[in-house]
């Protein structure tokens, strides 16, 4: 039984799968970083999966790997499948056809991914209209359908609306509505909520594990904060470095972390620290 | 196994310890620039050495005479070898603009940080003023001072030096506010560090490579005008030569069929000013490129 | 005699449209820790910036050490104010100038503040470096080569340089890694034993507050919605909004769901 509350059946369908992912990077006078060794996780359907790390860890270039979004100068070897399709040395329409209609990503700034001059309604819709060629009506009642689901009030009038006059909560529930917009079957989410007051995140969280329940979709959530991990997720890697340290459901990470660096984590959390009790001898960062 | 942190090592340009060393590394035009420029120089320092002949020696016998192994540039019509008062002409000819660029920063800057600190009123007076500024092209406020002061080189760059005042105000200001704004200028005023010390030893530093490229492409727009008012009379006065002189003065010899004591210093300016105008684009590509 | 007094302090931007900081009052004594949490728009920063000098207010008094602040920003209030209180900023990557190295900063301010010059002057400068654990090669090091950590320590020794009575925190840890961020806390906690500095916490997180603070403030739309000391808020929080801010924090077994229909009521209640 997941921290949720939820049982996940493990036997349906890993919407994402990444096996022994490494990724090289050459920097400007040649020597190579290792970014990513040996990363493996997956994420099932109709399961919330937490990708936990400070900066630094790769859990952002983790995520972009699942859509092939690594730097054009990056290396990868290894396994990224996504509902089946092999990404790594895949071909253009491969890659295309992920992106449009298996996998859709969101990010921690939505006003920075948003065209400032479009309105809601055409932000939301224009894929649909682009890629699968849908008339205006159509379209219309469609961008309606996907607001009233990621419970934005009045949808009939956010969609004249333009990004400067919403919230950064508001904006980021277009954001998720946008990325619906093609019925995907992988939600990515890198750091989507880090930027949002604390009320706004819950309400944003509890928005993602509705839709996780009512379309099974499945969704990798990458986050710094590991207490929102263990709150909102099924189960839980978390990164360090490069690689995972560590793998576990919610629950089991909460009551019993057992690599050295999750523990540090935990211990680390506002929620949980002590400030007066002495520290044990670290790096000064 | 850390993510590769954006550069940080080529940008001399930007620390107080190594602030004039430029690594030029990955742009050949701009390192053609500035070789070029450093022969400018060059010439002109050691023009008396340079120089094969006396620039101003007349000898009416050798006038308009093409280009041999004996005058590589050919005399003009007074038989003044062309390529010593090209080498000689260098001279005043870099003179000028560094008299404009120096006065119109000078001002400008003070002007634009000013401006740009205390906002407000302050402000808005300034920049009616910088704008009146504007509307006076150079040669207009050249031929008001010229008559009032007469013609010659002071003239015609105190005349520049106010027309280019607004260039470089401008510039100024839109980067001072934006550096204004920062944090570490916000901690250094609540600190109770006086605005006087915070303008000039913390954001005057940290805008200053900005200013810097301005700067360096008003050198060759005040070239390019210098050497046009010299064109027409205003600056300079013969036997002195300076190129824009000299190529006014090398039309008759054009008519007569001889190309050279026009087309060389008008070469040479050319040369100069997109030297100047490649270069300033080269640093102000550079800082974009490493702005914080 | 208490180190701020503020009294009934209101800035209001837009000509009045937007009531930024309405009517807020409180007193923090010497040595004493303080927490003013709030969401965006609460006024929290504003609130901050009015107490620092960088924005005037509209209404209302601040009162430094007995002596209260005139509206002007004269050099002289500023003065007092820099002798008094110090504060250090959310962004560690713009709060120092990146042209200085930190010996440099600190050194200029040390100067800036005190007679001190020459050896005396750099026996002070590494005694304030030492309080924040900077190691040796970040002290002659340039702000871009320090990490974000490392650069929120120059910035609190900085602020530590001048000797102040009350050191006002605005969101200085936000921007931090966690792991960084509890370094911070925990060197704030022992600053604070150490020296007897008195704290003022701004920030939105609850949680951080509740580390380094006696007392905490709750605002909401300028206004102080609720005060009291840090436990009993955390514990026993008696207005509605703190009770929301309390169960948006997320924690195993949460319902986020809850703290949805939780709000909306909220905002029905208070509109």
Request: charged letters at 20%.
């Amino acid at each position: 039984m997941s921290a949720t509350g939820q049982g996940v059946d493990t036997g349906a369908a890993r919407a994402l799968r990444i096996d022994g992912l490494t990724m090289d990077v050459a920097g400007r006078d040649g020597e190579v970083t290792r970014i990513l060794d040996g990363v493996s996780l997956d994420c099932h359907q109709g399961e919330i999966v937490g990708l936990v790390g400070e900066s630094g860890s790769g859990k952002s270039m983790t995520l972009r790997a699942a859509v092939a979004l690594q730097p054009a100068k990056a290396t990868v070897a290894g396994e990224v499948v996504v509902a089946g399709r092999q990404l790594i040395g895949a071909d253009a329409r491969t890659i295309l056809e992920v992106r449009r209609s298996l996998a859709a990503m969101i990010f921690q700034d939505p006003r920075a991914n948003v065209n400032p001059y479009q309105t809601i309604g055409t932000f939301v819709g224009e894929g649909l209209r682009v890629n699968q060629g849908w008339s205006r009506p159509r379209v219309r009642a469609k961008v309606l359908q996907l607001l009233d689901e990621v419970g934005l009030p009045d949808p009939g009038t956010v969609v004249r609306r333009h990004p400067f006059e919403l919230s950064g909560g508001m904006l980021q529930r277009v954001m998720i509505a946008a990325a619906l917009a093609q019925e995907p079957q992988l939600l990515l989410a890198d750091e989507a909520t880090t930027a949002l007051d604390v009320t706004t995140q819950a309400e944003i969280m509890g928005m993602l594990r509705r839709l996780r329940a009512e379309r099974g979709l499945a969704i990798v959530f990458v986050t710094h904060d590991l207490d929102l991990a263990i709150s909102s997720c099924d189960r839980i890697f978390v990164m360090q470095h490069g690689c995972i340290v560590e793998e576990g459901t919610a629950r089991e990470i909460f009551e019993h972390p057992r690599h050295p660096y999750t523990r540090r984590l935990f211990d680390a959390m506002p929620s949980r620290i002590d400030v007066d009790a002495p520290a044990e001898k670290e790096a000064i960062a | 196994m850390t993510l590769p942190t954006t550069q940080t090592r080529t940008t001399h340009l930007l620390t107080r310890r190594s602030w004039l060393s430029i690594r030029t590394r990955g742009n050949a035009l701009t390192i053609a620039a500035l070789v070029i420029l450093a022969v400018l120089v060059v010439t002109a320092v050691f023009a008396p050495w340079i120089a094969p002949y006396d620039p101003n020696q007349v000898s009416l016998a050798d006038a308009l005479q093409q280009p041999s192994p004996a005058h590589l540039f050919g005399t003009d019509d007074a038989g003044r070898d062309v390529l010593s008062r090209v080498i000689w002409g260098a001279r005043i000819s870099l003179l000028g603009p560094l008299g404009v660029v120096l006065g119109s920063t000078v001002v400008g800057v003070l002007v634009g940080v000013v401006s740009a600190w205390r906002g407000g009123w302050t402000d808005g007076v300034l920049s009616r003023i910088v704008e009146i500024l504007f509307a006076f092209p150079g040669v207009l406020l050249a031929i008001l001072i010229v008559a009032v002061l007469g013609a010659g080189l002071t003239s015609t760059v105190l005349a520049l030096a106010i027309a280019y005042i607004p260039y470089m105000a401008r510039t100024t200001r839109s980067v001072a506010l934006a550096e204004r704004d920062t944090a570490y200028v916000h901690a250094l005023e609540v600190q109770g560090m006086s605005s006087w010390r915070i303008g000039l030893r913390h954001l005057l530093p940290n805008i200053a490579p900005f200013v810097l490229a301005q700067a360096t492409l008003c050198f060759g727009y005040a070239m390019i005008d210098l050497a046009g008012l010299s064109f027409l009379g205003f600056g300079v006065q013969p036997p002195d030569a300076d190129w824009g002189a000299m190529v006014s003065a090398g039309q008759s010899a054009l008519i007569q069929g001889v190309a050279a004591p026009a087309l060389a210093p008008g070469a040479v300016i050319v040369l100069a000013v997109v030297s100047f105008s490649l270069l300033g684009e080269g640093i102000a590509e550079r800082v974009q490129r490493t702005a914080r | 005699m208490s180190i701020l007094t503020v009294e009934s302090l209101s800035k209001s931007y837009d000509h009045g449209r937007v009531h930024a900081v309405r009517d807020v009052g409180f007193s923090l004594e010497p040595g004493a820790a303080m927490g003013i949490v709030g969401e965006s728009g609460s006024g929290k920063t504003t609130l901050s910036r009015l107490i620092v000098g960088m924005e005037q207010p509209d209404a209302g008094r601040i009162v430094l050490e007995g002596t209260e602040l005139g509206r002007a920003t004269t050099r002289r209030s500023r003065s007092l104010r820099a002798s008094v209180m110090q504060m250090v900023f959310q962004d560690p990557y713009q709060s120092l100038d990146p042209r200085q190295t930190t010996d440099g900063a600190i050194g200029e301010i040390i100067a800036l503040h005190t007679p001190l010059r020459g050896a005396k002057l750099a026996a002070r400068r590494a005694e304030v470096l030492d309080q924040v654990d900077l190691p040796a090669r970040a002290r002659t090091a340039l702000p871009r080569e320090l990490s974000g950590g490392q650069r929120q320590r120059v910035a609190i020794a900085r602020a530590l340089a001048a000797s102040p009575k009350l050191l006002i925190l605005d969101e200085a840890t936000s921007a931090l890694d966690v792991s960084v961020q509890a370094q911070i806390l925990r060197l704030l906690a022992r600053i604070r034993r150490e020296t007897g500095v008195a704290i003022l916490f701004v920030s939105h997180d609850l949680e951080v507050v509740r580390s380094v603070t006696d007392e905490i403030l709750v605002m909401f739309r300028g206004a102080v919605v609720e005060r009291g000391p840090t436990h009993r808020i955390l514990t026993r929080p008696e207005h509605a909004y703190t009770r929301l801010l309390l169960s948006s924090v997320p924690r195993l077994g949460w319902d986020p769901e809850q703290v949805a229909r939780d709000r909306r009521e909220f905002l029905r209640l208070s509109a």
